[in-house]
Every structure is written in structure tokens, then in C-alpha cells.
């Protein structure tokens, strides 16, 4: 299985700028109104071919819920079964091609994204999730681009991990994928997380069955055609949409389930979990079960940081794609001799920015994705105005009527372990405990212990010990840990990613640590003479 295939050196896609006169940005405004002018017809696709049900959702963009951008027709418990039998006979084919021929697939569909494919998920990224140009291209194309490319490298050392042989033996590890067919389950908030939760088991030579996001069905639904037009043969991942219950259900309770890889909330992996768990002595294999969940992700800064890049920091960290990164700044820690400047600096910026439909470039943030999400925060937003020992500082303000559009919002807490301290919001709202500068340790402290999460965290400080000190404390508080950095924005194969307690299984997306998830390794030993006298020299008399 070790490759000998000279794998293209690993490199990131560079981040296009779209500023006014780059050829970038005509193509993404001819991408966006050839897109914004159509209705998708998005089928499901089983073993390469393309079903309609005629029971269909619609897609609508966030910032504009009344422009229908597609109709996605939604599987039902027996295509769902068609799906899983279309991964079985891929699977037969599919597992035993070289990784020179795997790898080419993803290579190809790396440089097809990041190509003539590029507009089109950037366009549908945008009008269908409601991102900025520059939200949409570090995820749909960049992120994306990064993962196909870089796993493939991964996965090459991957496989050349290979053991001693002694004199007159020879052993070699060979890395199967697993005996089985991939669940695989993604979130609406990035469109690369799709790309990658499906494609990586079967870059490792496994079969998929992936579930995209309801709300994410149009980006998804271009990336299963880069993945198709690269050469990726028909079942090696069936695009089932549909009702995720439903769709659970029917895969949950498959013997050949060999492993599930999700994104999403803490709670509906934990349920996952619990009806694997359940159902343990009916699977053909333990399920391999890789899942980033929710987060709570703080900063905290000590009296020796620098208030501008710590303002700045905040801003960037909780608001970008309206706060709905599992990676966004949500809870604060300053202290007292800081916080004046800082919160200055912050209401300014927050003042400045905009909000609104996501192809007027001008606007900073966008909608939040649906009215679930606009209500949830909406609730937030009306208790926080009324509780005690909370202080509305910028925004809180929401108004659904065109878009699902909430305000950045600032809040101050008196008590550090106020709801919106501890819960996970996903939106833009950001909430400041201010500590008495003298109390910087029992806040490292409640850091630690504020929630149950452990996905990213970031320390503002100039003094070296200081940061030294928080390191160490805080060293299971986030599987991502920044130092005077806003605690999003990572890169694949700079800050592999993933967070540990509820946060998730830390199998760190876009790492060979990721990979080793989706192999079974076999270990194979071949004696080069066999013995052929099977008395031991310790038995002769003399
Ligand atoms: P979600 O849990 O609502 O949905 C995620 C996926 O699970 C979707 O495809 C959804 O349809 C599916 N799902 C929902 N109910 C299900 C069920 N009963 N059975 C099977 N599948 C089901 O999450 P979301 O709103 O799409 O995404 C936001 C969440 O994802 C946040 O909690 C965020 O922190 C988390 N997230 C984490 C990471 C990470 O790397 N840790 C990255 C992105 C998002």
C-alpha cells in the first residue's frame, strides 16, 4: 500500500482578494446572478445516478428567505437502503484500487475547485448559507481545496508507516479501509466540512453514505458534482438528503455500518452514540465514531495585552459569518484596567459594521441560517435585555422580516457563569465577564470549568509567564489554542483542528490523525526460509 507515486509536494490554496478590478470578483458576481436568477433542482444521487422523489424541500437564501434558490428532493427509508447497497457493490471495486488512483481522483477535484469549479460553490456557499465573498472562499474553495490536496499527503505517510523486518522475514502493514459502508453527517455552517466528512473515508478506499445539512443542500449539491466530474466512480458516496431522523434510522440499523463521521451538535452526536451503543451486538464491526461537536470558546486576556489587537481580535473572532463557526469567540474574560479601552474600541467597530444580503460586498456579516436559529437567539437576546447584572453594550437587535438577520451583539456579565456565558449560542453575540486584574488565576480557573465544551480558546498577553502559566492550566480547556490570535480561522495542515470533552472526539480534521480513523491496518508477516526441523537448538544433548 506504500506509495511510490511522487505525491504533488502539499501546499495551501492561496486566499483570493476580490477587491474591486480583480478578475475574481467579476466572475463571482457573474456566478452569483447567474445563480440567484435559477431554482436548483437538487436530486439525490445513488450510485451515480440521479433521483428525484418529487417530495421536495426548499432551499432558500438566508438574507432573502423569500428567493427560493432550489428544491431538494428528500430520500426516503428505501433509497436510503438503495444507498447503502450502492456503497456495498462500489466498495468491491473501489477498495482495492491503488492509492496513486484514489489519490488522483482528489487531486483532481482539488484543482477543479480551485479552477472552474471555484465560482460556482463560492456562489452557492453565499446565496445558500448566507457568507461574504471572503467567508465563502476560505471555506467552500479554500478550505476545501486544502483538504483534498493535503490528505492526500497525509495519507501517503499514512501508508508508509511501515514495521521492522528481522533477517529472513518480511512484514508489512497494510492499511485496509474499513469492512463496511461510512455514514457520514455535516453541518450547514461550512461547505469544506461536507467535502471532507465524505470524502476522506473514501480517499482511505471506503464507501459513503453522506447526509449533507438541510440548509446547506445547494453548496453540498456542487460539491458532489466536482466530486463526480473529478472521476469518482458512482457509489463510492451517495448523496442521500432528506429527513435526518428518518435517515438515521434506516442506516443506524444496518449490520454493515462501519463507521460514522459527523459534524454537528453535541447533542445529536451524543444520540447517535447512544443508539450505536444500543445496538452493539448487531454490527458485522465496532463502529468507528469521529465527531466534532459543539463549542464555547473563549478569550481571555490579562492586564499585559496589547487592547487594539485584542478589540480587533473580538470582532473578527465572534461576528465573522455571524458568529455561526463552532470556533467563534463567545465568551470573554478581560480585565478591569483593559476593559474600558477595549470595550471602546469594540462599540466603535461594531457601530461600523454591516449587515445584509451577502452580495452587496460592502456588508461585513450576513443572515443566521433559518428561523430556528433566528428565534433561539432572539429568546436569548429579549432575556438578556431584561436580566439583572446584564448590560446590552452593541446590537441586540433582530428583525426576521426580509432575512434572518440578528445585530453583533455585545454583552457585559456580572456573573461569569450567566446562561449566555456557558451556552452555546451560535450567533453573533458575544458576552464580557470583566475581572479585577488582581484575580487573573481563579479566572484561568473558571475558564477551565465554565462549560462542558473544549473546542477553542485564546490568551491575550504580552508577559511571556503569563502565557506560559495559561498554557499549561488551561491544557484541556481547547484542542485549538491561540496565543494573542482570534480562536478561529484555522488552516488545514497549520492548526490541524478538533476539540476534546463535549467538544468532540479530537480525530483533528485534516491530519493523518484523522486518517488513521478510516483504515484497519493488517499486519503481515512472511517468513522468507521456513524452518523445516521443528526441534529447537536448546533440545540437542550437547
Ligand atoms: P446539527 O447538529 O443541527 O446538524 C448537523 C447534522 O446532523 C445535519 O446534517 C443534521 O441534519 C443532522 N442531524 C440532525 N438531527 C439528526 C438526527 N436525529 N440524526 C442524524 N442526524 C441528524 O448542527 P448544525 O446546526 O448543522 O451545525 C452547528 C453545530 O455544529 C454547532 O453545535 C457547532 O459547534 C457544530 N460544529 C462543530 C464543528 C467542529 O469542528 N467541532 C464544526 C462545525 C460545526
New binding site residues.
Given amino acids: 500500500m506504500s506509495s511510490s507515486a511522487n505525491i504533488p509536494a502539499p501546499r495551501n490554496e492561496p486566499i483570493l482578494s476580490y477587491a474591486p478590478g480583480s478578475p475574481e470578483r467579476e466572475a463571482i458576481k457573474a456566478a452569483l446572478k447567474k445563480m440567484g436568477g435559477e431554482v436548483a433542482d437538487i436530486p439525490i444521487i445513488i450510485g451515480g445516478k440521479e433521483i428525484r422523489t418529487g417530495k421536495t424541500h426548499d432551499v432558500v437564501a438566508p438574507h432573502n428567505h423569500g428567493h427560493v434558490l432550489g428544491r431538494v428532493h428528500q430520500a426516503d427509508g428505501r433509497l436510503v437502503t438503495q444507498a447503502i447497497q450502492a456503497s456495498e457493490r462500489a466498495y468491491r471495486d473501489w477498495s482495492h484500487w491503488k492509492f496513486e488512483d484514489r489519490a488522483a481522483v482528489f487531486i483532481r477535484a482539488a484543482e477543479l475547485l480551485a479552477g472552474p469549479w471555484r465560482q460556482i460553490v463560492n456562489a452557492a456557499t453565499m446565496l445558500g448559507q448566507s457568507k461574504t465573498i471572503f467567508q465563502a472562499e476560505i471555506d467552500g474553495a479554500c478550505e476545501l481545496i486544502d483538504f483534498w490536496r493535503l490528505n492526500v499527503n497525509f495519507a501517503e505517510q499514512l501508508y508508509g508507516q511501515q514495521p521492522l523486518s528481522s533477517p529472513g522475514v518480511w512484514n508489512r502493514s497494510e492499511y485496509r479501509p474499513l469492512e463496511g459502508f461510512i455514514y457520514a ?6 461547505t469544506a ?1 461536507g467535502g471532507n466528512l465524505a470524502g476522506t473515508p473514501a480517499l482511505m478506499g471506503n464507501t459513503v453514505v453522506w ?4 440548509t446547506a443542500s445547494l453548496s453540498s449539491y456542487y460539491v458532489m458534482k466536482v466530486l463526480e466530474a473529478a472521476g469518482l466512480p458512482p457509489g463510492v458516496i451517495n448523496f442521500v438528503p432528506g429527513d ?2 428518518t ?2 434510522a434506516r442506516v443506524l440499523a444496518d449490520r454493515r455500518l462501519a463507521g460514522i463521521h ?7 452526536f451524543q ?2 452514540w447512544k443508539q450505536v451503543g444500543e445496538r452493539i451486538a448487531d454490527y458485522a464491526t465496532y463502529p468507528r465514531l469521529v465527531g ?4 464555547k470558546d473563549f478569550v481571555l486576556a490579562h492586564s499585559s495585552a496589547d487592547a487594539e489587537s485584542l478589540a480587533v481580535a473580538l470582532v473578527r473572532g465572534a461576528y465573522e459569518y455571524q458568529g455561526q463557526k ?1 470556533s467563534a469567540a463567545s465568551r470573554a474574560y478581560i480585565p478591569q484596567s483593559l476593559w474600558p479601552d477595549v470595550r471602546d474600541r469594540m462599540v466603535a467597530m461594531i457601530k461600523d459594521i454591516k449587515v445584509g444580503d451577502v452580495t452587496d460586498f460592502r456588508n461585513f456579516m450576513g443572515a443566521v441560517i433559518d428561523q430556528k436559529s433566528f428565534n433561539s437567539l432572539s429568546g436569548y437576546l429579549d432575556r438578556a435585555r431584561k436580566d439583572r447584572g446584564v448590560t446590552v453594550l452593541a446590537g441586540g437587535g433582530a428583525d426576521a422580516r426580509k432575512g434572518y438577520f440578528v445585530e453583533p451583539t455585545l454583552l457585559q456579565a456580572r456573573d461569569p457563569k450567566y446562561r449566555t456565558m456557558c451556552e ?1 449560542l ?1 450567533g453573533p453575540v458575544l458576552t464580557v465577564h470583566v475581572y479585577k486584574d488582581a484575580d487573573f488565576r481563579q479566572t484561568v480557573k473558571l475558564v477551565d470549568t465554565t462549560s462542558p465544551y473544549a ?1 477553542t480558546g485564546s490568551v491575550f498577553a504580552r508577559d511571556r509567564d503569563v502565557i506560559d502559566y495559561a498554557r499549561t492550566a488551561l491544557r484541556h480547556a481547547a484542542g485549538n489554542f491561540y496565543v494573542n490570535d482570534k480562536p478561529t480561522g484555522a488552516v488545514v495542515g497549520q492548526q490541524p ?3 476534546a470533552r463535549a ?2 472526539t479530537n480525530d483533528k ?1 485534516g491530519s493523518i490523525l484523522n486518517l488513521l480513523r478510516w483504515v484497519s491496518p493488517r499486519s503481515m508477516k512472511e517468513t522468507l526460509i521456513p524452518p523445516t526441523d521443528y526441534r529447537y537448538p536448546f533440545m540437542a544433548d550437547r
Avoid at 262 to 268: A, N, Y
Avoid at 292 to 295: A, F, K, N, Q
Fill in positions: 453527517i455535516s453541518p450547514f455552517n461550512f466540512i447526509k449533507p445539512a438541510g435526518a431522523a435517515i438515521s459527523f459534524t454537528g451538535s453535541t447533542g445529536v444520540m447517535l466534532e461537536t459543539g463549542g463552532c452555546e451560535f473546542l483542528f478538533g476539540g467538544s468532540g480534521a
